[in-house]
């Protein structure tokens, strides 16, 4: 039997968010979403059997992260950034450094 101070958490599943409620919350249209998915500035989680594409919560500070980028680089550059970022947080070498 659990020692009754052992903490216990319970952590609800991530939602996960479809284009046309990350429109309606973002303002970003469902094109420019779906740009970013091609360029692979923003990820899918999954899609669901009808093949619609699943974001996971975390796609809004990402379109954040890209809009405020976009004041000042290129979608190229911005593309570049977020590639580093990801090996950085993989722990992988970063090519040309």
Known sequence: MKDISEKISFKPP???????????FSGISRQTI???TIMGLIN????T????RLYPETVF???????????????????????RERMER??????GC
Request: net charge negative; charged share 35%; no cysteine.
């Open 49 to 52: 059997e009808g093949g619609h």
């Open 34 to 36: 779906h740009n970013y």
């Open 61 to 83: 500070e990402d379109l954040a992260w890209i809009e405020s980028l976009k004041q000042t680089k290129t979608l190229r550059e911005i593309r570049t950034i977020i590639e």
């Open 90 to 95: 993989n722990n992988m070498p970063i090519p």
């Open 44 to 47: 899918e989680a999954e899609r």
């Open 14 to 24: 991530e939602k996960q968010y479809r284009i046309g409620e990350i429109v309606r």
